[in-house]
Antibody, heavy 117, light 109 residues
Framework: QVHLVQSGSELKEPGASVKISCKAS????????LTWVRQAPGHGLEWMGW????????TYARDFTGRFVFSLDTSVSTAYLHISSLKADDSAVYYC??????????WGQGTLVTVSS | QSALTQPPSASGSPGQSVTMSCTGT?????????VSWYQQHPGKAPKGVIY???KRPSGVPDRFSGSKSGNTASLTVSGLQAEDEADYFC?????????FGGGTKLTVL
């Protein structure tokens, strides 16, 4: 059974960094790409980009270049999202999701990041 | 502002059908057969209910159906049930990036 389990909520001050993990199980990790999606409070979904789990090549959406970094540790089937120089409007729930046949078919439970002084 | 336009709300009574729209452009919805729909209950992760415009993932009831005409995609939920009350987001491949709609809140009266 496929599961994506994300790390817990984070409270950070402006200017700090955060690293969110997404551990996959129930399938061969390197077979399917992973995508990251942001949902700010009361807002819709924003596609942040994706990472090829075979080549480890990340691709970032236009609004998520520079401060956002996708990475992998394939030895433990885990993807990471690192966000640096946090701002208040980075406060959101961040989801990882598996990309399969033109659908994000399995999603993590989401990680709430709150940026506040 | 979201890339795809969805009406903020829709409603219907149990047993009725409701159709939600998702309007994009010739660069996304109009160009690709890769429109998907996601259902999200409060505090939960999204769940895919339609992909490639009309296909249903395993386990999704056939009460959910999708279609597309030009730059507008639609999701129809037939035989409304209480558990269908949720937010619904559309998404389209845009030749590299994916774009989402702002979501439609479906209320079952």
């Amino acid at each position: 059974q496929v599961h994506l389990v994300q790390s817990g909520s984070e409270l950070k001050e402006p200017g700090a960094s955060v690293k969110i993990s997404c551990k996959a199980s129930g399938y061969t990790f390197t077979t399917y790409a992973l995508t990251w999606v942001r949902q700010a409070p009361g807002h819709g979904l924003e596609w942040m980009g994706w990472i090829n789990t075979n080549t480890e090549k990340p691709t970032y959406a236009r609004d998520f270049t520079g401060r956002f970094v996708f990475s992998l540790d394939t030895s433990v089937s885990t993807a990471y999202l690192h966000i640096s120089s946090l701002k208040a409007d980075d406060s959101a729930v961040y989801y990882c999701a598996r990309w399969y046949q033109w659908l994000f078919d399995y999603w993590g439970q989401g990680t709430l990041v709150t940026v506040s002084s | 502002q979201s890339a795809l336009t969805q009406p903020p709300s829709a409603s219907g009574s149990p047993g009725q059908s409701v159709t939600m729209s998702c309007t994009g452009t010739s660069s996304d919805v109009g160009s690709y057969e890769y429109v998907s729909w996601y259902q999200q209950h409060p505090g939960k992760a999204p769940k895919g209910v339609i992909y490639e415009v009309t296909k249903r993932p395993s386990g999704v009831p056939d009460r959910f159906s999708g279609s597309k005409s030009g730059n507008t995609a639609s999701l129809t939920v037939s035989g409304l049930q209480a558990e269908d009350e949720a937010d619904y987001f559309c998404s389209s491949y845009a030749g590299g990036p994916w774009v989402f709609g702002g979501g439609t809140k479906l209320t079952v009266l």
